[in-house]
């Protein structure tokens, strides 16, 4: 069984910084794709990064209102995945997810709150 537990959100001022991470356990490996994933309140949940196995040799990607802000990371074990926030703007505040897909099944963390505001 996969469980996924992020942490790192919080409140922050708008131009701040943050860094979520998402420790991955169970049959996981580098192979897996992982990503993190948003939800703002009355909105539809949003992809933000996406992080893809070494093997495929793709580059991550990113949302357009990320691009340049925000950075997705593995550690070397490929079993914990971050999300490092720069820049922050009011917009970027919601409920940050972290997602992974295994054997064409997808895994959802419980969510951590990210709150931008003066």
């Known amino acids: 069984q996969v469980q996924l537990v992020e942490s790192g959100g919080g409140l922050v001022q708008p131009g701040g910084s943050l860094r979520l991470s998402c420790a991955a356990s169970?049959?996981?490996?580098?192979?897996?794709?992982m990503g993190w994933f948003r939800q703002a309140p009355g909105k539809e949940r949003e992809l933000v990064a996406r992080?893809?196995?070494?093997?495929?040799?793709?580059?991550?990607t990113y949302a357009d209102s990320v691009k340049g802000r925000f950075t997705i990371s593995r550690d070397n074990a490929k079993t914990t995945l971050y999300l490092q926030m720069n820049s922050l703007k009011p917009e970027d505040t919601a409920v940050y997810y972290c997602?992974?897909?295994?054997?064409?099944?997808?895994?959802w963390g419980q969510g951590t709150q990210v709150t931008v505001s003066s």
């Open positions: 997602h992974l897909i295994r054997d064409g099944n997808h895994y």
């Open positions: 992080s893809f196995s070494v093997a495929s040799g793709i580059t991550p």
């Open positions: 169970g049959s996981i490996s580098r192979l897996n794709t």
